[in-house]
Nanobody, 117 residues
């Protein structure tokens, strides 16, 4: 059972930056996709960005040019650098790991990001 632990959320003013981290409890050797999703109050969970273990990255249109996803496979860690934050980025951000061979998803507990003046 893989555990995912997020950190880095908080309160930031519009235009500010935050960096989220997600650490996996073990190394995943099979093909996989790691990513970030977010869920705002009253809304469905939505994709923010994902990256395959071979490096292909996908971003939601709403965050392109502002957010940067990266992975450090040696540390079993994924990062989301969020710049130029907007109030509409306010949500709980969840780390996700999908094991492609079995189509199984692991989720972290979530970290709150609040963008407000």
């Amino acid at each position: 059972q893989v555990q995912l632990v997020e950190s880095g959320g908080g309160l930031v003013q519009p235009g500010g930056s935050l960096r989220l981290s997600c650490v996996a409890s073990e190394t995943i050797f099979s093909n996989n996709v790691m990513g970030w999703y977010r869920q705002a109050p009253g809304k469905q969970r939505e994709l923010v960005a994902t990256q395959t273990n071979i490096g292909f990255i996908n971003y939601a249109d709403s965050v392109k040019g502002r957010f940067t996803l990266s992975r450090d496979n040696a540390k079993n860690t994924m990062y989301l650098q969020m710049n130029s934050l907007k109030p509409e980025d306010t949500a709980v951000y969840y780390c996700n790991l999908q094991i492609l061979s079995v189509n199984f998803n692991y989720w972290g507990q979530g970290t709150q990001v609040t963008v407000s003046s």
